[in-house]
């Protein structure tokens, strides 16, 4: 592709992007970012684009400084002097019999030409600088890809990891709900130790997952802000589409595609070719170079008191040069040049295979992501059957406690999957265009009208299950708090918070108070009884707190 035409094709796709940008900034007040303007901001702030950005215009440059050495050297001299010279005759006697004073001022200039007619090496010289530039030119196109697939990366990225976060939110509670109806079973003699247990070791485990899931989310969102500098709350959520495979479905096609049009191997191939060619122009230091220089001056000397004059010259000459002997300069450079070869056609093999492997990869990536979307939803809908049939079985004592949380496990693990699968189709199908060569940003457009718009990605507290705590039946007066720390940082006092609250899923307020120039954040628990203080007070001590005091 043509450097000027890729550059006026960015910047086109970089203007309807930003006006896309604008339009659905001003037009709605629930803005959610999406794909394209992600790609946009990408453009304008990932410091990897613009490195191989910079790369491309210093490597381009290389062309001009090569074709200068093989046209004419044009310089032009100037020179002005004055001089006084005094000269004394028989100077033997004291005072000298004779005595003279010259002086003499001069201007001048002259015009020196400099032609190249042959030398081996500047003409090799050229033509390997102009195989470099084809590089840069491919490096720069594969540079743009990779930015679209990073930026496909990330927003998905973040769009899988809150997806994940749901269900696991999803599953927390469940359990949770599930350990609270065992806790109260086993309360009234319906149920025995060991499905507590069972319950309680189920929602340790899930509310573990759901940390893990709020943290991969959050590390999602800083992905995402290392290529565009930005950091969104609010994202399009990705809505049911209808996965297609690749046209053509032939996985060799696409391999043969990408053999002759992926950019890196394009640029491999012709780095390859300039270092072929830098040998030629190391081995031409052992021929002659042959050379015309011109030479045209114009002086003008006036003498005081003896007259003017004026010499104008103009010369022509023809030089040879022939080497003959460099201390074994030009042998070096010749072996350094051959090596150098060696090293850039091995990177070429190994871009190919790399290239090849991809290609590969990413096609049997997207038809397998196809068939495990089909049979996602299938298992989803069979699972959920299997749910509700275990808790039947539960009910009237055919099934226990374990089979129900396996059973709820299992349905939620299938919501993932079929979540992951999903992500990991758009995923294997941006790999396979770019590895092919023809990513562009109609491709994005394509996957981003597969997104709606959404609120807000927040990380929710899981409230308690509405039979747990009957608010309606809670006085105020009734209300208790346990306070179970108190710190120096606000830092320190919210990640505490953060674990009360998981473990006792109750409010959780911090208060800050200061004496002496120091502030303390008070941490404090609700609970509506003194029974359920002291529950709290239990879970809380095992979990590393030290002991809480009751506060009204």
Do not use: C
């Not at 950091?231 to 096609?253: G, N, R, V």
């Not at 081995?283 to 003498?303: F, M, V």
């Not at 190919?352 to 298992?379: C, E, F, H, P, W």
């Not at 959780?508 to 003194?530: D, E, F, G, H, P």
């Amino acid at each position: 592709m043509d450097h000027h035409f890729r550059k006026l094709f960015v910047k086109k796709q970089f203007y309807f992007l930003f006006f896309i940008s604008t339009l659905l900034t001003f037009g709605s007040p629930a803005f959610a970012i999406d794909l394209l303007q992600v790609y946009q901001q990408a453009l304008q702030n990932d410091p990897t684009y613009k490195a191989a950005e910079a790369q491309q215009m210093v490597e381009v440059e290389a062309v001009p400084q090569s074709i200068a050495l093989l046209l004419p050297q044009l310089a032009l001299e100037g020179s002005a002097g004055l001089s006084r010279t005094d000269k004394r005759g028989n100077i033997e006697t004291y005072p000298p019999t004779t005595r003279e004073t010259v002086k003499q001022r001069g201007v001048g200039y002259s015009l020196d030409l400099q032609q190249s007619i042959f030398n081996f090496p500047n003409w090799q010289k050229l033509a390997a600088a102009q195989d470099s530039v084809k590089a840069a030119n491919a490096t720069y196109n594969a540079a743009v890809q990779d930015l679209m697939n990073r930026a496909v990366q990330a927003y998905f990225g973040v769009l899988q990891a809150q997806e994940i976060l749901k269900y696991t939110q999803a599953e927390k509670r469940a359990i949770y709900e599930e350990y609270i109806r065992a806790n109260q079973s086993f309360k009234v003699g319906l149920n025995t130790i060991t499905d507590v247990y069972n319950a309680k070791a189920a929602y340790d485990e899930t509310l573990a997952a759901y940390v893990a899931a709020q943290n991969d989310l959050e590390n999602k969102k800083e992905d995402l802000r290392a290529i565009t500098n930005q950091l969104y709350q609010q994202f399009s959520e990705l809505k049911d589409f209808t996965p297609a495979p690749p046209s053509p479905a032939d996985i060799e096609k696409w391999v043969t595609k990408s053999a002759s049009q992926n950019w890196q191997l394009v640029a491999a191939r012709y780095n390859t070719m300039a270092a072929h060619k830098q040998i030629a122009e190391a081995q031409g230091g052992h021929l002659p170079a042959l050379g015309l220089e011109a030479k045209y001056g114009n002086q003008y000397n006036r003498t005081f008191g003896q007259g003017n004059e004026r010499d104008k010259t103009l010369s022509a000459d023809m030089q040879v040069t022939m080497p003959i002997f460099s201390g074994g300069g030009i042998t070096s450079k010749v072996r350094q040049a051959m090596a150098n070869y060696e090293l850039v056609s091995q990177e070429q093999e190994k871009t190919y295979r790399d290239v090849m492997n991809t290609a590969r990869k990413s096609y049997l990536g997207v038809m397998s992501s196809i068939s495990k979307i089909q049979a996602d939803k299938q298992a989803i809908i069979s699972n959920q059957s299997s749910l509700e049939g275990t808790k039947e079985g539960y009910k009237v004592g055919t099934r226990t406690m374990v089979d129900v949380l396996n059973a709820q496990r299992a349905l939620y693990e299938a919501q993932k999957n079929y979540a992951i699968d999903r992500y990991q189709y758009i995923f294997s199908s941006i790999a396979l265009k770019e590895a092919a060569g023809t990513l562009n940003v109609n491709d994005l457009k394509i996957v981003n009208n597969w997104l709606q718009e959404h609120i807000a990605i927040k990380n929710k507290r899981t409230a308690l299950p509405p039979k747990v705590v009957q608010k309606n039946n809670i006085k105020k007066q009734d209300e208790i708090f346990l306070q179970i720390g108190a710190y120096r940082s606000q830092t320190n006092a919210r990640k505490a918070s953060k674990v009360a609250e998981s473990l006792t899923h109750s409010p959780v307020k911090i208060i800050k108070s200061t004496s002496k120039n120091r502030s303390l954040y008070s941490v404090l628990v609700r609970a509506t009884n003194q029974k359920q203080a002291s529950e709290f007070s239990q879970k809380l001590q095992k979990a590393g707190f030290g002991k809480p005091f009751l506060v009204r």
